[in-house]
């Protein structure tokens, strides 16, 4: 059975402090640099699941460092190196309080909402007589808070990120421009794999003044991905698109009465079950990526991180 990293307690050279996320676990280095281990866990609808799955993290470390890689002629990213296939050691930035998310087409919580009759999503309005899964004429960036582990995130307009201070006209204005022209790579890059970006969220920080792209980018954990063909065909016949993102752990959770509210149980995750998302995580990282995927050795993962990371902080 191939093991999965779902609890890490790290003590590596310099640090001063450790923040657990819902996936992530990130430890600060002498308030300069980050150290963050993507960990097998996984999160569906704002909950931690009770079964990590097998190379998750590793797979969304990479996808993670390959596309900042790509990236890094639009704006500066946080990313210094990746000293193991689990972890990425970066700049500690100042995060904003918001996340950045960008649609370029209407599905999941934007379409239940405008079928509900909403016609504006943070401040953004909308168009009559769209239907699930069409192509805004333009991405449309539609931000929301950033919660604590446990609360949902909200949606927020950019009038009321300037009114409460969040960030300033100029940096908001630079983090929306950031935002388009990464959703365009990332659209364009996606394209090239027979794949469309449908919507994806990135997170931006300040260090030394400037602003900077932060922790994952277009991964699945962050994005939600169309297979392009067969794309019109389902459209014109109003049937469900096929997915590359983790919404398939989602549908297995709904399907089976989870969908994070009060009263409700995590349905079992047999070994078969876990297996299956593994498979699928998999199948997600050669796609978007065009590459084949090298599991890492999974033996003995908190002493293989452990060394690689302070190796790496020793230099």
């Known amino acids: 059975m191939k093991k ?5 307690d790290f003590n590596f050279p310099g640090q001063k402090s450790v923040y657990h996320g819902k996936v992530r676990d990130v430890y600060n280095i002498d308030d300069n640099v980050l150290v963050m281990v993507a960990t097998d866990r996984i999160s569906a609808f ?11 993290g590793q797979m969304l470390n990479q996808i993670a460092a390959k596309f900042l890689d790509a990236t890094t002629d639009i704006c500066p990213n ?11 050691v970066g700049v500690m930035c100042q995060g904003f309080p ?34 699930e899964n069409e192509r805004f004429p333009e991405p449309i960036v539609t931000p929301t808070t ?3 582990i446990g609360e949902h995130d909200a949606d927020i307009s950019k009038e009321e990120i300037l009114a409460q201070g ?22 364009e890059i996606a394209a090239e794999r027979g794949l469309i970006l449908v919507d994806t969220k990135y997170e931006f920080g300040k260090h030394g003044g400037k602003i900077y792209l932060m922790d994952e980018i277009h991964t699945p954990d962050s994005s939600r991905y169309f297979y392009s063909e067969g794309y019109e065909e389902r459209f014109a016949k109003g049937e469900p698109q096929k997915q590359l993102s983790k ?7 709904m399907e089976n009465g989870f969908q994070g509210k009060a009263g409700q149980k995590v349905p079992e995750m047999t070994p078969a079950i876990v297996e299956g998302i593994s498979e699928r995580y998999i199948e997600l990282y050669e796609h978007i990526t065009g590459e084949k995927f090298e599991k890492g050795d999974t033996d003995n993962l908190l002493s293989r991180i ?10």
């Open 4 to 8: 999965a990293l779902t609890k890490t």
């Open 46 to 56: 704002d909950v931690v699941l009770p079964e990590g799955i097998p190379y998750k």
């Open 78 to 88: 946080w990313k210094l190196a990746t000293p193991d296939p689990m972890v990425t």
């Open 98 to 131: 918001v996340e950045m998310i960008v649609r370029g087409y209407l599905c999941g919580s934007a379409w239940r909402a405008y079928k509900s009759g909403v016609r504006e999503i943070c401040g953004v309005k909308l168009p009559e007589g769209m239907r």
């Open 146 to 148: 950033k919660a604590e």
């Open 166 to 187: 969040l960030a300033t006209p100029e940096e908001y204005e630079l983090l929306e421009k950031y935002t388009l022209a990464l959703f365009k790579r990332g659209t």
């Open 247 to 253: 919404e398939f752990v989602r549908e297995w959770l």
């Open 306 to 315: 452990e060394k690689n990371v302070t190796e790496y902080l020793n230099k």
